[in-house]
C-alpha cells in the first residue's frame, strides 16, 4: 500500500493479531461481498512511499489456540465434532471470542447415524492445537472438508463474521447451492488458459501406518493393494505416523485411506476466469467447493464433463481469478 494513502489512519489499525485485512469485490450489480478476510500477522514491511502488510485467514488464530480441558465426544458426526472444539475452546480462553458461526448443520446419531467418537486429553498439549486436531478429522476416511469463509454480519455492512462450513456424513465436501459449469471446449471469452498438470508421486502399492510405542513395540499395520502392479510397474510402499495411535485395527483404518489416496496419479486443473463473469461471479463460490468442467484436447483426462473440486484460488488486480482444480470422487 502507499503509504500517503494511511497517513491519516491510527496505526493500531495495522497492528498484528489486533487488526487485520478484508477484501470485497462488488459484481456487475453492484454487490459488495467479502472475499478473503483475517488477522495481519507481522509489522509491515516499509520503504519510504510503501508498505507490505502480512496477514491470514482466521484459521490462523486456530493455530495458535490449545484445547486445555478434558473433552469428550460421542454420537456427533465428524463435522459437528470439529464445531464443536471451535466453539467450547474459543470460549474457555480469556479475551477468546472470535466471530466464527457455524454455517454447516449439526448431525447427530438420532437423526443422520453420525455416530463417531473422539476424545480429547488436556495433558496432551504438543498435540491439541485447534487447528491440527481439525486437520485431523479432515484427513480420516470420509472426513470433512472445513472452510472458514467471511461474510457480512449486517445489512449495513460494517462488520463481517466467519462462517465455518463443513462436509457432511453423506457428502464430506462442503455444502453449496449450486454447482457451477465451466465449459472449456469453445470460444469462451470467460475462461483462459487451461492447463493440466498429472503428479505420480503419490502412487505406491503399500502404505505403513506406525502408532505409539517405542524400538520392537512400534503399533503398526498396512494396508496394501497388488492389483496395479503390471506393464512393469515396480513395487512401491511408504509409511505414515500416528505416534498417539495404540489401536492396529485404527492404525490400519488410517493406512486404508492413504492407500486409497495413493492408487492413482492426480490430475490438476488450473485456468483464468474473469471476476466480472455474469455466469460464475467472483464470491458465487469458493475453495472447497465443486463444479462441473467440461473439456477436451487432453491426453491426461479423457474429453468429457467431469465434477472436480476448486482446491486453489488466486488473484491481483487484472479482474481474473486463477482457478486449480481436482477431479471429485464424491460426484
Not at 68 to 96: D, F, M, Q
Not at 264 to 284: C, E, N, T, W
Not at 285 to 299: A, E, I, P, S
Not at 309 to 323: H, M, N, Q, T, Y
Request: net charge negative.
Amino acid at each position: 500500500m502507499k503509504k500517503q494513502d494511511l497517513a491519516s489512519i491510527p496505526a493500531s489499525w495495522w497492528k498484528p493479531w489486533q487488526a487485520g485485512i478484508l477484501f470485497t469485490y462488488t459484481d456487475p450489480w453492484g454487490d459488495e461481498k467479502p472475499v478473503v478476510a483475517g488477522p495481519i500477522t507481522g509489522w509491515p514491511t516499509e520503504t519510504k512511499t510503501e508498505f507490505t502488510l502480512d496477514w491470514a485467514g482466521i484459521r490462523k488464530i486456530l493455530e495458535r489456540r490449545i484445547i486445555t480441558t478434558n473433552k469428550e465426544y460421542k454420537g456427533i458426526s465428524l463435522g459437528t465434532i470439529a464445531w464443536r472444539i471451535v466453539e467450547e475452546t474459543c470460549e474457555e480462553k480469556p479475551n477468546g471470542g472470535l466471530p466464527i458461526v457455524h454455517a454447516s448443520p449439526d448431525q447427530t446419531v438420532s437423526d443422520d447415524k453420525a455416530d463417531h467418537q473422539r476424545t480429547y486429553e488436556a495433558w496432551n498439549l504438543s498435540n491439541n492445537g485447534i487447528d491440527k486436531r481439525l486437520t485431523e478429522i479432515s484427513e480420516v476416511i470420509n472426513g470433512p472438508d472445513i472452510m472458514f469463509a467471511p461474510r457480512w454480519a449486517n445489512d449495513e455492512h460494517t462488520a463481517i463474521e466467519w462462517g465455518m462450513f463443513h462436509g457432511t456424513e453423506a457428502r464430506p465436501p462442503i455444502i453449496q447451492t449450486w454447482t457451477p459449469d465451466f465449459d472449456l471446449t469453445g470460444p469462451n471469452p470467460a475462461i483462459t488458459d487451461p492447463s493440466i498438470t498429472s503428479d505420480a508421486s503419490a502412487l505406491v502399492h503399500r502404505v505403513w501406518a506406525t502408532g505409539s510405542g517405542e524400538g520392537d513395540d512400534v503399533a503398526r499395520a498396512y494396508a496394501e493393494d497388488l492389483t496395479t502392479l503390471k506393464d512393469w510397474v515396480p513395487y512401491m510402499e511408504k509409511v505414515v505416523t500416528d505416534s498417539e495411535q495404540a489401536d492396529t485395527a485404527k492404525l490400519g483404518a488410517k493406512a486404508s485411506g492413504e492407500l486409497e489416496n495413493s492408487k492413482h496419479m492426480i490430475d490438476q486443473l488450473s485456468f483464468s476466469v474473469r471476476a466480472d463473469s455474469k455466469k460464475y461471479p467472483l464470491g458465487s463460490y469458493m475453495v472447497g467447493h465443486t463444479g462441473n468442467v467440461t473439456l477436451d484436447g487432453f491426453f491426461s483426462i479423457p474429453d468429457g464433463t467431469y465434477p472436480m473440486r476448486i482446491i486453489k484460488a488466486s488473484g491481483g488486480l487484472d479482474e481474473k481469478v486463477s482457478l486449480e482444480f481436482q477431479q471429485d470422487a464424491w460426484d
